[in-house]
């Protein structure tokens, strides 16, 4: 079994709710999604907060520390071809779109960059929709925009490996009523460690409310059943999740914890329930301490409305 103070660095970074870990166990703590590609803000010129990054084919561009979208963020996305290359046009979520809109007045910056391996491999001059919630990411090369479409896409509900995923048989309730959704893990080899971020939004009014989370370690289809491990479920964080005390698990199909969401009482409209996957929010580790890439399904939308068919709703 491993040492004390590795099991409590993995529970801090993937928790938060652990005593921190002394130094040394810090600076062994793996840095997660250095292999997975992510989408940042950008600027051309030195700017608070943001850091100078080579490009691929040469040049410098300063960027954002975090992933500013994330593939929970798009609705839709597709290139529109040009003359001289191609633009992306993606189609946000509002709070996305809000999100963005903010920190590019904020920050001055009007670049969306994708980052791989420290290296800026794509850079595109973003302009935002003054109508809708509609981003044009333009000046692309056809290999840089279809990079940006596959990247945006890949919260897809298809079967490409491990994949995090929702799911709940309420898609319809009325205001005041609950909503069950698991958190499940498929395909996946040698897992450790696991995290989950789950939010709603959307809706003509009120709200989603997450009322409880909970980690069933009894389940018979818990991932870690059986095994020696820690876990953890923050309501206030909106988190799950869980950790071996040595070793790793293959996973066909399993389950990672249960939100509960209560419709607000004024609560109108379809609602969407995510999975959070940005700056770390969801993620999955191997045996060695090592991130696993993993695909985060679409999200599963539920209808609030006064009058509707009958849905289960109890826990």
Known sequence: MRGSKAILAIVTLAFGLAPAATADAQSKAPRLGARTPSMRLATTKATAGFSAM????????????KATLAPNDVVRGETLSLRDGQDVELTLTETAANRIATAMQQQGASRLVVVQQGQAVSVGTITMSDSDTRMIVSGLTPTAASRLVRLTRS??????????SLSTTQTAVAPGE???????????SDVRTYQATVFAEG????????????VQTQRPDYVFLGEQKL?????????IGAVLFDGGVDVTEGNLGTFYFR????AAGTFSIVIRNDNNASILMNSKNEPVDYAVAGPVRVIVAATREATPVGR
Not at 233 to 239: L, T, V
Not at 263 to 266: E, K, Y
């Open 54 to 65: 080579p490009q691929r084919g040469g040049g410098t561009i300063f960027v954002a520390s």
């Open 231 to 239: 876990e953890a479920a923050d309501k206030r964080g909106g988190r």
């Open 178 to 188: 609950l909503v069950t959704v698991e958190v499940m893990l498929s395909s996946a």
């Open 203 to 214: 809706g003509d009014s009120g709200s989603l409310m997450l009322e409880d989370v909970k």
């Open 263 to 266: 419709a607000s009482t004024d």
């Open 155 to 164: 919260n897809a509900p298809v079967n490409i490996g491990t994949r995090m």
